[in-house]
């Protein structure tokens, strides 16, 4: 009798102290992000562990750059503390001023403001697509399909028919720098922003 009178409000007391099983962690957010749907504009956003942020910014002949602090606050992730690292005269405005609020999913940045359309993407944590298809690819990312002809500690050179694609060592995921071997065929989702160029074969 006693155990059915105390058992509501146990329950009620734990649900009330548990973790919510679908808080956005950290960790999930840290990463560099592209600036994506910006017309004639490009953008890198690198959220890091110590939950500082650096942005860079190119559009025309301005580049600049941003920085601050980043934080959760319920399932939003908010930048704060926004001022110029590097700063263009033709600028006059952050174009990630303090405030701005962002919400997360599978690698994605989308800006919560109707009025202005904002979002980024990590390429390296956006999901493949469910149906694939010969030239599927997740988010801000390429299929890339060919033999590995060159690999040294700055470019990964990949023929794909009769030409060749070279891309920065640097900015591949470990599952790609895995299986691109040189003389090995490879195909591989790699981010559009690793692309350094195009060419003949060497």
């Known amino acids: 009798m006693k155990l059915r009178f105390y058992f509501p409000i146990l329950l009620i007391l734990f649900l009330g102290t548990a973790p919510r099983a679908f808080a956005l962690e950290p960790k ?42 980043w934080k959760i606050q319920g399932d939003e992730i908010v930048l704060e ?43 390296n944590k956006t999901p493949s697509p469910k149906k694939k298809t010969a030239d599927s690819a997740g988010a801000g990312r390429m299929r890339v399909k060919g033999s590995v002809v060159k690999r040294d500690a700055d470019y990964l050179v990949v023929k794909t028919g009769k030409e060749c694609m070279h891309f920065d060592m640097h900015s591949l995921s470990e ?7 040189v003389g090995k065929s490879i195909d591989v989702e790699i981010p559009y922003s690793s692309i350094i160029g195009g060419g003949s074969c060497p």
């Not at 001022?83 to 599978?106: A, E």
């Open 28 to 69: 999930e957010v840290v990463g560099n992000y592209e600036l994506t749907d910006a017309f004639e504009m490009a953008g890198l956003l690198m959220m890091k562990a110590d939950q500082k942020y650096t942005a860079g910014f190119t559009y025309g002949a301005a580049d600049w750059t941003e920085e601050g602090i």
């Open 81 to 123: 503390g926004a001022r110029f690292k590097v700063k263009n005269q033709l600028i006059s405005n952050f174009f990630l001023p303090s405030g701005t609020r962002f919400k997360y999913k599978d690698g994605k940045l989308a800006g919560t403001d109707p009025a202005r359309k904002l979002s980024f993407v990590d390429p």
């Open 175 to 181: 599952s790609v720098l895995k299986v691109a071997q």
